[in-house]
């Protein structure tokens, strides 16, 4: 019987690849430069979120945490995302977001779907609101699993009674401390891989089944 289901946020929970990438298409830019230099481990996690602000700077110097709250709003949720949260709850199985992305969309995320833990990333604010040029790094992107073995042994919950829904090989971590991980509208083959689920629809409810139903779970992953 599973106990807590970690989901991953961007290209998840939601209908963006990122919450950060969301924030520049509004403003029509983008940040591929520090995105590379990111994934070829050149930056660590804070100075590529320092990368995305001064970004964000170019187009409004005085930018603040309200007008980022605004422009995620209009962030979808992933097709079946209510579906599947409220089924997971129907269960008392517990829910976290453990994501690298922005924790103002993780908060209203969970708000919005009763999830029960949000764990993202953030940005240091003045006393007015602005943004420091700062992030707080609660996620480091790639050891994404170090952060839910804290949530597991904080909740007293194992891993075989745990399950992890993500979409890219940053959330490969996650499967390794889970009994199933499901590759959600798999991004990669390395998430691919390391799943024992892969569900291809655009439909979050299609999950629900692979984590409620006694659905043996071997090392060849279910396609749904």
Do not use: Y
């Amino acid at each position: 019987m599973l106990r807590l289901v970690a989901l991953d946020m961007d290209g998840t929970l939601v209908d963006v690849a990122s919450s950060w990438g969301a924030v520049h298409d509004h403003f029509g830019d983008s940040n591929r430069e520090g995105l590379r230099q990111f994934m070829n481990g050149e930056i660590d996690d804070a100075e590529f979120i320092r990368s995305d602000v001064r970004i964000w700077w170019k187009h409004r110097p005085s930018l603040t945490v309200d007008e980022l709250e605004t422009i995620l709003a209009d962030v979808p949720l992933m097709p079946g995302a209510a579906a599947l949260i409220d089924g997971l709850k129907a269960r008392r199985i517990q829910t976290a977001i453990v994501s690298g992305g922005l924790d103002l969309l993780a908060h209203r995320v969970a708000r919005e779907l009763r999830i029960d833990v949000a764990l993202a990333n953030g940005l240091r604010v003045e006393a007015d609101g602005r943004l420091t040029g700062e992030g707080i790094v609660r996620v480091p992107v790639h050891r994404k699993e170090e952060v839910l073995a804290r949530l597991q042994e904080q909740l007293q919950i194992s891993p075989g009674e745990s399950a992890a829904i993500g979409n890219s090989e940053i959330d490969v971590g996650l499967f390794r401390r889970c009994r199933i991980g499901v590759a959600f509208q798999p991004a990669d083959e390395a998430v691919r891989s390391g799943a024992t689920v892969i569900v291809e629809e655009k439909d979050l409810a299609r999950v629900l089944p692979h984590l409620v139903d006694e659905t043996p779970s071997g090392r060849t992953p279910a396609r749904t």
